[in-house]
């Protein structure tokens, strides 16, 4: 997808950057439980960003992009902080203790986090009401498609705040990213932000002992690939696709990959995993996928 103003965005380009962020990020529940089931959770993905980052800052640096100023850079950090490390690095984190079910649930607030965000912001306005309708009906849907009270246990109390926690930092960066001063050309930015949250990752993994815990010769070739598809798909791909999306639409629009995803993860779980699929979680897809449509018609461009 090329840099370009909202009004010289295609139709096409829209639909295949929201192909990216519903399926590919959907995908990558799928993945980072295969990668962790034999890297430790904060070094794979400190690797994982700090390597899609560091390919995407140097190839377009030697095609001739500018060169980023000191005011970038800290937009990056905050960018990179803000979402690749307390977003994706929590909840990937969480997962140890809560069920990944019942994190994806928490995940999905993050839509509702942006509506009410951008309703208390100094000169903020209401929400349309199919906008809040279509974001709570979301939310029922997933609710049902996990369904904590039926044969799942839940994490500690802990645990799920933080996953809350990321979803709301999470929400906060991609407004946040609307306004940062970043390079001129926004791929630049992207990978500037990737390496500074794989750098952090990188350094958390280790101050919390992940790498006395590793070793290189127990590691599955599953969690290798896991972790390649994950760099290459996971971040250079769709996170790029998520961030040009969000200076394209509204980004109440763009934070649907959050009902959307869920949806992938559990057909996915079920053809890799071996995990269910009944009734329940079919009804609770299509609820999602009609709140979807509401968010969609009733959001008005910011």
Known sequence: MPDQPLAKATRSQILLAF???YIIWGSTYLAI???IDTLPPFLMLGTRFFVAGGVMYVWLRARGAPKPT?????????????????GTGVVTWSEQLVPSGIASLL????PLWIVLLQWVRPGGTRPAVAVMAGVLIGLGGLYLLVDPGSDKQHGNLFAEGIVLLAALSWAIGSLYSKSAPMPKMQFVGTGMEMLVAGAVLIVGGLVTGEA??????ATSAKSWLALLYLITFGSIIAYTAYVWLLSTVAPTLVSTYAFVNPIVAVLLGWAFAHEPLNLRMILAAGIIVGAVALITVGQKDE
């Open 19 to 21: 192909a990216a962020i």
């Open 33 to 35: 439980l295969f990668a």
């Open 70 to 86: 000191a005011i970038h850079w800290r937009s990056a950090a905050i960018l990179g902080i803000l979402m690749p490390v307390f």
């Open 107 to 110: 995940v999905a607030i993050v």
């Open 212 to 217: 006395s815990h590793f070793s290189l010769a």
